[in-house]
């Protein structure tokens, strides 16, 4: 599997986010408190589904948002992920279906950020 993209909206200290990955070895570097481990975390929740911290769900929203959103483009066969989204009303809510596209690569994130 390889990540392509990574988005974020109201995650820990991010209001709005938009990473893009080479292939290969990709280095987060920073000052402390920057939020290099907010990344991998939301990087793992979008795979696990659940924070390595052991928080719950909105404890990672952003202070004084409603919701967050995690949203990942990666390239495994041809498979694209969907969007998580996280809420202050319910712990974790899923958006729809892993699509299948047709072709050697996922297409770019469809949706306004």
Request: hydrophobic share 40%.
């Given at each position: 599997?390889?990540?392509?993209?990574?988005?974020?909206?109201?995650?820990?200290?991010?209001?709005?986010?938009?990473?893009?990955?080479?292939q290969?070895?990709?280095?987060?570097?920073?000052n402390n408190?920057?939020?290099k481990?907010?990344?991998?975390?939301?990087?793992?929740?979008?795979?696990?589904?659940?924070?390595?911290?052991?928080?719950?769900?909105?404890?990672?929203i952003?202070f004084?948002?409603?919701?967050?959103v995690?949203?990942?483009?990666?390239?495994?066969?041809t498979?694209?992920?969907?969007?998580?989204?996280?809420?202050?009303?319910?712990?974790?809510?899923?958006?729809?279906?892993?699509?299948?596209?047709?072709?050697?690569?996922?297409?770019?994130?469809?949706?306004?950020?």
């Open positions: 599997m390889r990540l392509n993209e990574l988005n974020l909206r109201n995650f820990r200290n991010y209001e709005e986010l938009s990473l893009d990955f080479e290969g070895v990709n280095l987060i570097v920073g408190a920057q939020g481990t907010n990344v991998l975390e939301a990087i793992y929740y979008a795979a696990i589904g659940k924070s390595f911290r052991g928080q719950h769900a909105p404890e990672v952003r004084d948002a409603e919701s967050a995690i949203s990942l483009d990666f390239t495994a066969n498979m694209r992920c969907a969007p998580l989204s996280i809420s202050t009303y319910s712990s974790v809510q899923l958006a729809p279906p892993v699509t299948k596209f047709p072709g050697p690569h996922a297409p770019a994130m469809a949706g306004s950020w």
